[in-house]
C-alpha cells in the first residue's frame, strides 16, 4: 500500500520553463514532507522539507507547497536549468526525520 | 567533510550466502539509517539507529535481516541465506540530531548494488 504516490513516473520540460512535480499521500499522520533528487549511482541528495504548520517553504528556484486538506504537495523548480535533469522523490514522516516512506519517483528532464 | 560511504559498491553473491554491507556516517552524526532501493521503486525504510542502540527496526523484512552499530558509528547490515528477492541497492544514511528539528535532514551515501544469482 503506498503511502506517497507519485503518479507521475516522467516529465520533460524546457530549460527556463517552470517544472511542476506532484506527490498525493494518504497518511493523515505525516506531519514532515521531503523532496530529494537522485542522479545515477548516486544516493539521494536532500533537496527541501516543509512541516505540516506551513503551506510554503521557498529556497532559491525551489519551492515547495503544502495542501493539507487534499495530502497533496508538489515542488516547483524556476527556472528549470539542464542540471536539474534526475528522479526526484517526494518523502514524508511521522513527527520528524527518522522513519522516512518515499514515493517511486518522477524522473525530470530538462531539455536544452 | 567526507560524506557517507558504503563498501562495496557492488556485491555479487549466490543464493543461500552471507554477506555484509558496510556504512560510514558522517563524523558526528549520531542516528544512522538503512533503506533498500528495489528496481523501479522509491527507497524503503528497514532500520534506524540512535547511537549504538536500534531505535526502529520496524522495516526489516524477516530475521535473516540483522544491524549493528556497535561504537556509535560504523554500521554493518547482515544478510543471511540470501534470495534472490533480496537483490537491491541498499542505502545508509546519516544526519546530525533526531525528529523535529529542521536542519536534521539526512545525508544519504551512494548505495551497495547487491546481486543474488
Same mark, same amino acid.
Given at each position: 500500500d503506498q503511502q506517497v504516490k507519485q503518479n507521475s513516473p516522467s516529465l520533460s520540460v524546457q530549460e527556463g520553463r517552470i517544472s511542476i512535480l506532484n506527490c498525493d499521500y494518504t497518511n493523515s499522520m505525516f506531519d514532515y514532507f521531503l523532496w530529494y533528487k537522485k542522479y545515477p549511482a548516486e544516493g539521494p541528495t536532500f533537496l527541501i522539507s516543509i512541516s505540516s504548520i506551513k503551506d510554503k517553504n521557498e529556497d532559491g528556484r525551489f519551492t515547495v507547497f503544502l495542501n493539507k486538506s487534499a495530502k497533496h504537495l508538489s515542488l516547483h523548480i524556476v527556472?528549470?536549468?539542464?542540471?536539474?535533469s534526475a528522479v526526484y522523490f517526494c518523502a514524508a514522516s511521522v513527527g520528524g526525520y527518522q522513519k522516512v516512506t518515499f514515493g517511486i519517483g518522477t524522473k525530470l528532464q530538462v531539455i536544452p | 567533510g567526507a560524506g557517507v560511504s558504503q563498501t562495496p559498491s557492488n556485491k555479487v553473491t549466490e543464493k543461500g550466502k552471507y554477506v555484509e554491507l558496510r556504512c560510514d556516517p558522517i563524523s558526528g552524526h549520531t542516528a544512522l539509517y538503512w533503506y533498500r532501493q528495489s528496481l523501479g521503486q522509491g527507497p524503503e525504510f528497514l532500520i534506524y539507529f540512535q547511537g549504538t542502540g536500534?531505535? #526502529?527496526?520496524?522495516?526489516?523484512?524477516?530475521?535473516?535481516f540483522f544491524a549493528v552499530r556497535p561504537e556509535g558509528s560504523v554500521s554493518t547490515l547482515k544478510i543471511q541465506r540470501?534470495?534472490?528477492? #533480496?537483490s537491491a541497492v541498499y542505502l545508509c544514511a546519516s544526519s546530525q540530531g533526531l525528529a523535529g528539528v529542521e536542519g536534521n535532514e539526512q545525508f544519504f551515501g551512494p548505495g551497495t548494488r547487491l546481486t543474488v544469482l
Amino acid at each position: 500500500d503506498q503511502q506517497v504516490k507519485q503518479n507521475s513516473p516522467s516529465l520533460s520540460v524546457q530549460e527556463g520553463r517552470i517544472s511542476i512535480l506532484n506527490c498525493d499521500y494518504t497518511n493523515s499522520m505525516f506531519d514532515y514532507f521531503l523532496w530529494y533528487k537522485k542522479y545515477p549511482a548516486e544516493g539521494p541528495t536532500f533537496l527541501i522539507s516543509i512541516s505540516s504548520i506551513k503551506d510554503k517553504n521557498e529556497d532559491g528556484r525551489f519551492t515547495v507547497f503544502l495542501n493539507k486538506s487534499a495530502k497533496h504537495l508538489s515542488l516547483h523548480i524556476v527556472p528549470s536549468q539542464p542540471g536539474d535533469s534526475a528522479v526526484y522523490f517526494c518523502a514524508a514522516s511521522v513527527g520528524g526525520y527518522q522513519k522516512v516512506t518515499f514515493g517511486i519517483g518522477t524522473k525530470l528532464q530538462v531539455i536544452p | 567533510g567526507a560524506g557517507v560511504s558504503q563498501t562495496p559498491s557492488n556485491k555479487v553473491t549466490e543464493k543461500g550466502k552471507y554477506v555484509e554491507l558496510r556504512c560510514d556516517p558522517i563524523s558526528g552524526h549520531t542516528a544512522l539509517y538503512w533503506y533498500r532501493q528495489s528496481l523501479g521503486q522509491g527507497p524503503e525504510f528497514l532500520i534506524y539507529f540512535q547511537g549504538t542502540g536500534a531505535a #526502529d527496526d520496524s522495516g526489516l523484512p524477516n530475521d535473516r535481516f540483522f544491524a549493528v552499530r556497535p561504537e556509535g558509528s560504523v554500521s554493518t547490515l547482515k544478510i543471511q541465506r540470501t534470495e534472490r528477492g #533480496d537483490s537491491a541497492v541498499y542505502l545508509c544514511a546519516s544526519s546530525q540530531g533526531l525528529a523535529g528539528v529542521e536542519g536534521n535532514e539526512q545525508f544519504f551515501g551512494p548505495g551497495t548494488r547487491l546481486t543474488v544469482l
